[in-house]
């Protein structure tokens, strides 16, 4: 973990070594920082997935909420107008798409119209308005179901989700929308469809990336399932094996991620200091 630490201090920018004080110490993160992290937000609420873009994206949304929640901000009006944003965009049967003005730039995990991309984004967006109503309830009328203001939102996510799962425990979907989905319906008590998800994951994990491993942990962690979970015991394994001799762990998307997929490891790897919000 000290070697870590070193990692990123050494080669993150101001917001990562803004994200790893807080982690380590719940350290107050200051407001300028907080404003850089939040740029670029459309007026509706989403973030786009291409900078300046006017139409926001629900995986760029998420992929933004996830670095606001390790800076302690999702109970900013920023992080609150994109989960609103979220909610809003939520289809009847429960699942996400993404704008099909989107479709000449997705990537394969977020390409509108497809099955398994909308499965992926179905449990993102479900497992980030969870997380808001974990830390505050107090964005829409009071509601002491899990997802606060988004309950019903994040209730419907769970069921369109476990809907599709298979027997074996398997889902019809990206590697990442199975720990997504499992800590989804983890919160949501369907503990049962959850733990099916896990035993799969745990038979992967010996071929999983570092940066997989980092953010499956890091994701099921942050719904408090148990550290003494096998799934998180063999991840942390997974990850002290694949360490590097300088403290980080390497990105799939190349060494200019390599600090994020390191600041995964770090919040995988010890309990929060203070919930976010």
């Given amino acids: 973990m000290d070697a870590a630490i070193g990692f990123v201090v050494a080669h993150g920018d101001a917001v990562d070594r803004a994200r790893l004080s807080r982690l ?3 350290a107050p993160v200051p407001a300028g920082l907080l404003d850089a992290a939040e740029a670029g937000q459309t007026p509706d609420g989403g973030w786009p997935a291409i900078l300046d873009d006017a139409v926001g994206s629900v995986d760029a949304t998420c992929f933004r909420l996830a670095e606001l929640d ?5 109970g900013r009006p920023a992080a609150r107008h994109a989960l609103d944003w979220l909610a809003a965009r939520q289809l009847p049967d429960g699942g ?5 003005s989107l479709a000449g730039l997705a990537p394969e995990w977020a390409r509108p119209g497809d099955p398994e991309a909308r499965f992926y984004l179905t449990a993102n967006a ?4 969870t997380v808001a109503g974990l830390d505050a ?6 509601d002491h179901r899990v997802g606060g203001a988004y309950a019903g939102v994040v209730q419907a996510a769970a069921q369109s989700v476990a809907a599709q799962l298979g027997g074996d425990g398997g889902w019809p979907s990206f590697l990442p929308a ?4 499992a800590a989804l319906l983890h919160r949501q008590e369907m503990y049962h469809e959850s733990a099916r998800i896990q035993a799969v994951l745990a038979e992967r994990i010996p071929q999983m990336s570092p940066a997989d491993v980092a953010w499956l942990a890091a994701t099921l962690r942050r719904v408090e399932v148990g550290e003494e979970q096998w799934l998180l015991v063999s991840a942390r394994r997974r990850l002290a094996e694949t360490q590097r001799s300088d403290g980080g762990w390497d990105s799939d998307d190349g060494h200019q991620f390599d600090v994020h997929t390191t600041l ?3 919040r995988a790897c010890r309990a929060a200091v203070t919930s976010a919000g």
């Fill in 264 to 266: 995964r490891a770090i």
């Fill in 70 to 74: 390790d800076l302690g901000a999702l």
């Fill in 137 to 142: 309830r107090a964005a829409g009328p009071l």
């Fill in 126 to 129: 479900g497992f980030w308005l």
């Fill in 178 to 181: 199975g720990w997504l989905s």
């Fill in 96 to 100: 996400w798409d993404e704008d099909p």
């Fill in 24 to 26: 380590r110490t719940g």
